[in-house]
């Protein structure tokens, strides 16, 4: 099946500094990439939309300027976090569309803490 | 505002039983909804989903009922298995632009304990 890799699976930086999270579609072609947070006991809150060759479409209250989001290829999106602090830390997961019928394939998801 | 709920954060289930996972939506535009199983620090894994059209689909030990009326969909899962615990969310969607697909709004997720 469908298969996104997500990595790192979780990472630790120092307040400040910038993390870059990639996904990467295996075995098919992912023109939309869809990047997601949850925090601890809460639901997936979708933060952006990207689509491969265009800007990506932030959900309300999400800083497009903090969390950077690329997909230059088909097969790859990446999320940068920039100038991250504790309030950060969470757990993020891309996902995608596999199929014309609503399929979605998850990543593996992204421990971030920021210390 | 929360447009997909699921009222309830905790089931336990004897094994063997059968589990009823709840979800209720109010965005009328919805008209795909899904449900997701995850574990600690991992990504959702798709179970089952249903359309609109349907009031029901049927995978295996896991059924899907859909009441539009009501705004109301449900997970049974029968028989419970101690590998079933985890927390499952529900998820829905709008066709967007008529035949793309749009973005996936969860639930708040429900922990399932399915006890040996």
């Known amino acids: 099946g469908a298969v996104v890799s997500q990595h790192p699976s979780w990472v630790i930086c120092k307040s400040g500094t910038s993390v870059k999270i990639e996904c990467r579609s295996l075995?098919?072609?992912?023109?939309?990439m869809f990047w997601y947070r949850q925090f601890p006991k809460q639901s997936l809150m979708l933060m952006a939309t990207?689509?491969?060759?265009?800007?990506?479409?932030?959900e309300q209250g999400v800083e497009k300027d903090k969390f950077l989001i690329n997909h230059a290829s088909l097969t790859l999106s990446t999320l940068t976090v920039t100038s991250a602090h504790p309030e950060d830390s969470s757990f993020y997961i891309c996902?995608?569309?596999?199929?014309?019928?609503?399929?979605?394939?998850f990543g593996s998801g992204t421990r971030l803490t920021v210390v | 505002d929360q447009q997909v709920k699921q009222n309830s954060p905790s089931l336990s289930v004897q094994e063997g039983r059968i589990s009823i996972l709840n979800c209720d939506y109010t965005?009328?535009?919805?008209?795909?909804f899904l449900w997701y199983k995850k574990y600690p620090a991992e990504g959702p894994t798709f179970l089952i989903s249903?359309?609109?059209?349907?009031d029901k689909n049927e995978d295996g030990r896991f059924t899907v009922f859909l009441n539009k009326s009501a705004k109301h969909l449900s997970l049974h899962i029968v028989p419970s298995q101690p590998g079933d615990s985890a927390v499952y969310f529900c998820?829905?969607?709008?066709?967007?632009?008529?035949?793309?697909?749009?973005?996936?709004?969860f639930g708040q997720g429900t922990i399932l304990t399915v006890h040996p």
């Open positions: 996902s995608a569309r596999v199929g014309p019928n609503y399929g979605y394939t």
């Open positions: 075995d098919f072609q992912a023109t939309t």
């Open positions: 990207s689509n491969e060759g265009s800007k990506a479409t932030y």
């Open positions: 965005n009328s535009m919805f008209d795909y």
């Open positions: 249903i359309s609109s059209i349907k």
């Open positions: 998820a829905a969607s709008a066709r967007a632009g008529g035949t793309s697909y749009g973005k996936l709004t």
